[in-house]
Structures are given as C-alpha cells and as structure tokens.
C-alpha cells in the first residue's frame, strides 16, 4: 500500500466531525472528495486505512471517531445565515439559507445562529473568510467575548470591551492591519462561542475554504 500522507489523514477526519456535528450524519465519500477537492476512490482508501490504523471506525459507510462516539442525541436547531458583514443577521425565513442542528452537549442550551465570516480582520483569533461562526444570540457581552456587533447599520464580528475612559464601546479586530472601532452606538447581536474552520488545500490537492 502506498504512503499515505498524515495530513491528508487529519484533513478527512476534521471533515467527517465537523460535517456531523452539523448534520447528524456521516459524510458520503463524495462529499469527503467534493469538500477536499479529491477523488472519491482516495476517500475511500484512506477511510480504510485509518480504519485500520484505528483512527476511526468506518463501516458500511458509517465514520465514526472518537469525538463523534460521545456526541449527544440532544440537539437544538441553528439557521445558517449570510455572510457577517453584509448587515444586520435577520432570523426570518427568507434569510436562512438552512437548518442545521447542534448538540447540546458541545453547544449547551440557548437560541443559536451561524454566520460565516468574510474578510480577515479576525484571523488573529482563529478566525478565517469562509469560516462559519456559531452564535448565541444574546444583547449583552463581557470583555474580551467575540461579539457579532450593529454599528451603523452594518454587523461586524469583532472582540468586545467596555472603555470606561471613553465612555463607549471598544471594538477590537484581531488583525494589526484593520483600526480598533470606538462607538457609542452599538448593539450586541450575539456572542461567538464556536468556529467551525473550514478546510483549505493548495493545489494541486485543492480544498475550500479558508484564504
């Protein structure tokens, strides 16, 4: 059998928990290859052979690794929406652009949405363009929360401080290259509490995601 590459390896098995986490179920091959920009046949070789390295289970097309075993029944459903700077999130139905559901057990309780990111002012963080980022909705944040923020009309997603000098809102992007956001006019939409990092791949083994 031929060497396979470790990171490959890693790339498939962040896919599989990340895709059940929000679906309930295990990735189809194809989607594994669609995501990673590989061929189904590669998919399925390596899924055989972390199987066999005892990586993870993967039987009759079912994936299950560690994490994915201790995940709980409970769920509570998040809609996905647009992109975060493209104004204020709107919850009702002709902005979703899908349910998703959410284990309680990795999540906790609450009313949640996702929102992916766009552009890289927070990528200090952790967080990348085309990351989707859970949020508890919520009105009120301590220092240092994440917080998706209204400013002028438009939502950012941003680290959150009360200036006591300023007496106002400190916004701080995690990136050196965008200026820090002092506001008096600024309403707290939700708190990140989940990043969900989507997957990037080079050529020539491309994958999507993060730029």
Do not use: W
């Not at 906790?108 to 909705?137: H, W, Y």
């Not at 916004?171 to 990092?197: F, M, W």
């Amino acid at each position: 059998m031929r060497h396979k590459s470790e990171e490959l390896m890693k790339q498939i098995m962040d896919y599989a928990e990340q895709f059940q986490l929000l679906n309930h179920r295990s990735p189809y091959t194809s989607e594994i290859a669609d995501a990673l920009g590989i061929v189904k046949s590669t998919v399925y070789r390596y899924l055989v052979e972390m199987n066999e390295r005892g990586m993870l289970s993967y039987h009759n097309g079912e994936i299950v690794t560690e994490r994915t075993e201790k995940l709980s029944p409970d769920t509570k459903p998040a809609a996905v929406l647009g992109s975060v700077s493209c104004g204020m999130p709107q919850l009702e139905e002709e902005y979703v652009e899908e349910y998703v559901s959410l284990p309680v057990s990795l999540f906790g309780d609450g009313e949640f949405f996702i929102l992916r990111a766009n552009g890289d002012s927070m990528t200090g963080a952790g967080i990348n363009s085309g990351d989707m980022v859970v949020i508890r909705k919520q009105n009120t944040a301590s220092d240092g929360d994440i917080v998706v923020a209204l400013v002028e009309n438009e939502s950012t997603l941003k680290r959150f401080f009360l200036d006591t000098e300023r007496r106002c809102v400190h916004l701080h992007p995690e990136n050196p290259k965008y200026p820090d956001i002092y506001t008096q006019n600024c309403t707290v939409q939700g708190v990140a509490v989940h990043v969900l990092s989507l997957i990037h791949i080079s050529e020539p083994t491309r994958r999507r995601g993060i730029s």
